[in-house]
């Protein structure tokens, strides 16, 4: 399961047991999450612009967190930080004892391929693939799985997410929340312990919306951890948790 070989990374099982006495919570436990005064700042022709200004957040395995924040706020700074898109200018990101910011680019790629499913607003499916192709790209990204298997794997998980019915179409013949459906069951394609979203129902009508969060929410119950940023305060509310961002900086969580 070891990707890398000069960093010490590994898949879900280790992820969720794996901890250091780095990564403390409040309460003294290991945070599965642990931002640690991160900053982010943008370097511009303007200037720099400072995004994120001393995040502090813990986040324990199996919460289901919501973002919240005006536009311009930070957040989908925050989830980028997380999922690894981007580095943070100071601080320290860890996930279970892994500082993710120390990996090199392509461990990086490898290790949130195996223990993060990112969920975007527009869906980000791609276009030549059918649905189920789709939901293999993780796992021949990541040589997750006997490749033989794979295509049962991806079925099982569309069947989850309601749209087994669909899989062989292209994405552009789904419903919109039909595609989010197709991009949630990529994220979970190798079964990551954890997922993050930015504005997953931003696109979707309040049914559709409601439905996706519901999704989320029996991934939760599933033991699955999730952090995601909305505009939608209802949903925000009906998460376990709330954080709220302004300026870069969280004033409630
Ligand atoms: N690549 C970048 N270069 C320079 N400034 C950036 C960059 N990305 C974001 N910013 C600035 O950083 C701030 C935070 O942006 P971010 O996208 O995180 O906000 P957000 O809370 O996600 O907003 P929204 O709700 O509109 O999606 C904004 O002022 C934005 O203009
Ligand atoms: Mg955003």
Redesign the pocket.
Known sequence: MVVGETVNYSSEKHVKTRATSESKSTNGHSALIDFRDVE?I???EAGD?P??RGINLQIEGGEFVSVI????????????MLTGI?HPTKGEISIAGVNIHELTESNMARWRGRNLGVVFQFFQLLPTLSVVQNVMIPMDFCNMYVPAERMGIAMNLLEQVGIADHAHKPPSRLSGGQQQRAAIARALANDPPIIAT??PTGNLDSKTANQVFELFQKLVDGGKTILM?T?DEDLAKRAGRTVE?AD?EIIRQ
């Open positions: 982010k943008y370097r511009t612009f995004a994120l924040g005006k536009s311009g706020s930070g957040k989908t700074t925050l989830v980028n981007d930015d504005e940023v505009h961002i870069g």
